[in-house]
């Protein structure tokens, strides 16, 4: 049985342990109130978005634009979208396992663009393609951020590069729920479902809608790279703050038993002494 002093001990180095994920179980409190604020506003936009390119899809075709070309075969490119930094909880590994399932089910030529830390380590192990990585945008990831990103995909899509490009990131769908999702973002192919009405009489379009088209489809990959980027920091957030707060409940729960394991220690030290006091004196 474990001494009074190895138990104190233990005691400290979990009470400080607890102190520190409380403490970031509260700044991932702050950090997701913002994150998520800039996930929920960006959705309706990417809605729209998405409304207004099925709609021009039903009037225009693959001859008008290039991203709108499927092509047969040719490399696969998927985007996956982690973070840089642990302690989130479940979150990347559920990422990264439904990245490898998606490898696995999907055999083929593919290569990988990574943004964050942990897929590319998870990449590298696996020893998929790596084409690039982009590390994590930070706290308060910007349109921007994502544009050099969006400029790549398209730039090696309008090559030839590529036959398809997926992206695969955590969706944020509520504080305790992230869910790991994919989707095609080139070619691009518009879900009509999204359009409310009949496709291709929603919208008038001016000059013209191939002129529109040809503004909007760059702008479409930089949009949904960006939400996914910002769907991602929501979730990692929202994980490492119900990963912090298990911990330190943890934490407390193990102070509790080991103060108990601590008192019937000190407990059964005095019952000995008091015992061999009590046996000195009936010897004498």
């Known amino acids: 049985?474990?001494?009074?002093?190895?138990?104190?001990?233990?005691?400290?180095?979990?009470?400080?342990?607890?102190?520190?994920?409380?403490?970031?179980?509260?700044?991932?409190?702050?950090?997701?109130?913002?994150?998520?604020?800039?996930?929920?506003?960006?959705?309706?936009?990417?809605?729209?978005?998405?409304?207004?390119?099925?709609?021009?899809?039903?009037?225009?075709?693959?001859?008008?634009?290039?991203?709108?070309?499927?092509?047969?075969?040719?490399?696969?490119?998927?985007?996956?979208?982690?973070?840089?930094?642990?302690?989130?909880?479940?979150?990347?590994?559920?990422?990264?396992?439904?990245?490898?399932?998606?490898?696995?089910?999907?055999?083929?030529?593919?290569?990988?663009?990574?943004?964050?830390?942990?897929?590319?380590?998870?990449?590298?192990?696996?020893?998929?393609?790596?084409?690039?990585?982009?590390?994590?945008?930070?706290d308060k990831p910007g349109f921007a951020d994502v544009l050099p990103l969006a400029r790549l995909i398209s730039d090696d899509y309008l090559?030839?590069?590529?036959?398809?490009?997926?992206?695969?990131?955590?969706?944020?769908?509520?504080?305790?729920?992230?869910?790991?999702?994919?989707?095609?973002?080139?070619?691009?192919s518009p879900n009509e479902d999204t359009a409310a009405g009949i496709p291709g009489n929603q919208f008038i379009f001016e000059p013209s809608a191939s002129a529109v088209l040809e503004q909007l489809l760059p702008r479409y990959v930089a949009t949904r790279l960006f939400q996914a980027v910002l769907e991602g920091k929501a979730s990692e957030e929202s994980s490492r703050m119900v990963a912090m707060k298990n911990a330190t409940e943890n934490a407390e729960e193990l102070i509790e038993d080991l103060t108990l394991s601590y008192n019937k220690v000190r407990q059964s030290n005095i019952t000995r002494e008091m015992i061999e006091i009590a046996s000195g004196a009936n010897a004498r």
């Open 159 to 188: 090559a030839g590069t590529y036959g398809q490009v997926d992206i695969i990131y955590s969706r944020f769908v509520t504080t305790l729920n992230q869910r790991p999702e994919s989707f095609q973002l080139l070619p691009v």
């Open 1 to 138: 049985m474990a001494s009074q002093r190895d138990i104190r001990r233990r005691i400290g180095a979990v009470r400080n342990i607890k102190q520190i994920t409380r403490a970031m179980q509260f700044v991932a409190a702050s950090k997701l109130k913002r994150a998520q604020d800039a996930t929920l506003a960006a959705r309706p936009y990417s809605e729209k978005l998405d409304e207004v390119l099925a709609d021009l899809a039903a009037v225009l075709g693959a001859e008008d634009h290039p991203l709108l070309e499927t092509r047969d075969g040719g490399k696969r490119l998927i985007v996956l979208i982690t973070t840089d930094r642990g302690l989130a909880g479940p979150l990347n590994t559920n990422t990264i396992r439904f990245a490898s399932r998606e490898i696995t089910e999907h055999p083929g030529d593919l290569t990988v663009v990574t943004v964050g830390r942990k897929g590319r380590d998870a990449m590298r192990r696996a020893g998929v393609p790596m084409a690039a990585h982009f590390a994590g945008f930070g």
